[in-house]
């Protein structure tokens, strides 16, 4: 099976739904000066990065309060990610836990 980015997106924003952690990485203020985007610390985003090999390759990435972010899991092919996420929810859905991702 081919895995798509929008597959493992879908994945990861099922997952920031399962931990209760915020839906987007930034959140839009409206201040007097101006707008302003304001990170949403726990968020988990899907890191791609196409050095130019042909390959595009993944990780997934946790928001910090400061506005960085850092790295959760290895960087890691399409193939590799989708296995990495079907692990985290696998130990989510353990049997000594709630189902959380019921297909």
Request: aromatic share 10%; charged share 25%; with cysteine.
């Amino acid at each position: 099976m081919r895995i798509t980015r929008k597959m493992l997106q879908s994945r990861v924003d099922r997952l920031n739904i399962v931990l209760n952690r915020p839906k987007t990485a930034y959140t839009l203020k409206e201040n007097v000066g101006g707008k302003v985007y304001l990170p949403n610390d726990g968020h988990f985003k899907l890191d791609t990065n196409s050095p130019g090999d042909g390959w595009t390759r993944y990780a997934l990435a946790m928001m910090l309060e400061s506005g960085g972010e850092t790295n959760v899991s290895p960087t890691c092919t399409a193939q590799e990610m989708w296995t990495y996420l079907r692990g985290v929810f696998d130990v989510l859905d353990s049997e000594y836990t709630h189902n959380f991702d019921k297909r």
